[in-house]
C-alpha cells in the first residue's frame, strides 16, 4: 500500500519535470519593435520567454531580476556568444544585433530558465 502510494509520487514528480522542461509553453511573445524590451526573470521563468526580432535589427533586452536565487544570476545567450550577470534590483540590458534568421535559446547556466530569440 505504501509502496504503491510512493510510486504513484514519483510518477506525478516525473510528469511534472517532463511537462515543465518539454511541454510547457511559453507564457508570451513580445514583438521587439520598439527596444529595449523587458523581460521578468522570476519564479523559473522569463516573461516574455518568447522575443522577436528581424535579422539584422538591433535589440536591447532588459532583463528584470526578481530571483535572488543561483540560478538566475546568468543569462546565456549560447548561439551568440553573449552571457550577462543578472540581480535582483539591477535592471541589465543585453544588446544583440542578430545577422541570421533562425531560433536563438537563451538560458540560465543550468537551462532552467529558457527563454527564446526569434529572429525572421
Ligand atoms: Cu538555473
Known amino acids: 500500500m505504501t ?3 510512493v510510486n504513484a509520487g514519483g510518477l506525478i514528480v516525473i ?3 517532463v511537462w515543465w522542461f518539454w511541454l510547457s509553453s511559453p507564457r508570451k511573445v ?3 519593435s ?3 524590451v523587458d523581460i521578468v526573470v522570476a519564479d523559473g521563468v522569463y516573461t516574455p520567454a518568447v522575443i522577436e526580432a528581424r535579422a539584422g535589427d538591433t535589440v536591447t533586452l532588459r532583463f528584470l531580476c526578481k530571483d535572488s536565487g543561483p540560478c ?3 543569462v546565456i545567450f549560447s ?3 553573449v552571457s550577462a550577470d543578472l540581480a535582483v534590483g539591477a535592471p541589465r540590458e543585453v544588446v544583440i544585433t542578430p545577422g541570421a534568421p533562425g531560433d536563438y535559446e537563451f538560458t540560465c547556466q543550468m537551462g532552467m530558465y529558457r527563454g527564446r530569440l526569434v529572429v525572421r
Open 79 to 81: 548561439d551568440l556568444g
Open 3 to 5: 509502496s504503491a502510494l
Open 72 to 74: 538566475a544570476a546568468k
Open 34 to 36: 520598439r527596444t529595449p
Open 15 to 17: 510528469a511534472l519535470i
Open 30 to 32: 513580445r514583438q521587439a
